[in-house]
């Protein structure tokens, strides 16, 4: 069954700084989609990236920028200095391109704080 | 915004009660799920919903149901609710139930179950 992983639980920087947000996954199948949105307090989460298991390009949006590594099972984001709205819970997910694995399986998330 | 509605948004229920969530898809998506996000924790499939039908099923028990009408909005049905559903119900579309489509989640419905 696949499963991912985000261990960093709660983070907090100061504003302008940079931030890691980590996740592992695993699966056994050679293809897969990896995402990462993020949750405001309102509750929506909103779709930030999606990643096929074949297309290891790291991409850069903005501030924002992802790294995919499958030697070592992970698709990290990093947001660059940092701001006071990019306070958020953010979530990893992963899904498999059949059955009811099509659906997203999520990490338990990391609560970013950025302070003023 | 997604264009993902859900109503309520908040509502406060009994145990032993039911309860019907509902939502409207982003325009043009045939395809909808149902996500149950408890506090502190990552969203949890229960079901999806295309053209109608239902095209998959997470670990939930059979009094959480569905519908999905001719516009592809669709509602969550849960029976006979305990405590442990208290939790953001979140309702997802997407364009169709390939894998690998970008979904789209509302702004989910707070169910509190006392």
């Known amino acids: 069954a696949q499963k991912v992983t985000q261990a960093q639980t709660e983070i907090s920087v100061v504003e302008k700084e940079d931030v890691t947000l980590d996740c592992v996954y695993e699966t056994r199948d050679t293809t897969y989609y990896l995402f990462w949105y993020k949750q405001p307090p309102s509750g929506e989460l909103v779709f930030l990236i999606r990643r096929n298991s074949f297309d290891e390009q790291n991409e850069i949006s903005g501030r924002y920028s992802w790294n995919f590594q499958k030697s070592t099972s992970s698709f990290n984001f990093t947001i660059t200095a940092s701001q006071v709205v990019d306070s958020a819970v953010y979530f990893c997910?992963?899904?498999?391109?059949?059955?009811?694995?099509?659906?997203?399986?999520f990490g338990s998330g990391t609560q970013l704080t950025v302070l003023p | 915004e997604t264009g993902v509605t859900q109503s309520p948004t908040h509502l406060i229920k009994t145990r032993g009660q039911q309860v019907t969530l509902r939502c409207s898809s982003q325009?043009?998506?045939?395809?909808v799920s149902w996500y149950q996000q408890a506090l502190g924790q990552g969203p949890q499939f229960i079901f999806q919903?295309?053209?109608?039908?239902?095209?998959g099923r997470g670990n939930f028990p059979p009094r959480f149901s569905g519908l999905q009408f001719p516009n592809y909005s669709s509602e969550l049905n849960v029976n006979a609710l305990e405590l442990d559903d208290s939790a953001l119900y979140l309702c997802a579309s997407s364009l169709d139930s390939g894998p690998g489509n970008t979904i789209y989640f509302g702004e989910g419905s707070w169910l509190t179950v006392v």
């Open positions: 325009s043009g998506h045939n395809t």
């Open positions: 997910a992963l899904s498999l391109p059949y059955g009811s694995a099509r659906q997203l399986t």
């Open positions: 919903y295309y053209r109608e039908e239902e095209n």
